[in-house]
């Protein structure tokens, strides 16, 4: 199984940019979808979360601009941003837990760079 992620790139602040996490495996079943940032000198976290049952949880820094989404035909979720903010720079990494095995798997990272 492989997380294929894109979508990063560099943006003014306000801006938007949608990131993608597409699952190579047809059959892959998560329990979890989730994206993680981390920029330099500063510890891997979380951002946003998808679970199975539909419910989502987010990072209280991206509350009400960032939105985590997915398409079940295309076995591919999303993160939109919007109104960047400089303090959103950093590698931004999809994250997935198996349902049938609870292993979790992880996309190469995408960076994000938001300019001011």
């Known amino acids: 199984v492989q997380l294929v992620e894109s979508g990063g790139g560099l943006v003014q602040a306000g801006g938007s940019l949608r990131l993608s996490c597409a699952v190579s495996?047809?059959?892959?079943?998560?329990?979890?979808m989730s994206w993680y940032r981390q920029a330099p000198g500063k510890e891997r976290e979380l951002v946003a979360q998808?679970?199975?049952?539909?419910?989502?949880n987010y990072a209280d820094s991206v509350k009400g601009r960032f939105t985590i989404s997915r398409d079940n035909a295309k076995n591919t979720w999303y993160l939109q941003m919007n109104s960047l903010r400089p303090e959103d720079t950093a590698v931004y990494y999809c994250n997935a837990q198996s349902a049938r095995t609870q292993r979790a798997y992880w996309g190469q990272g995408t960076q994000v760079t938001v300019s001011s």
């Open positions: 495996s047809t059959t892959f079943t998560a329990n979890t």
């Open positions: 998808l679970r199975r049952s539909g419910s989502t």
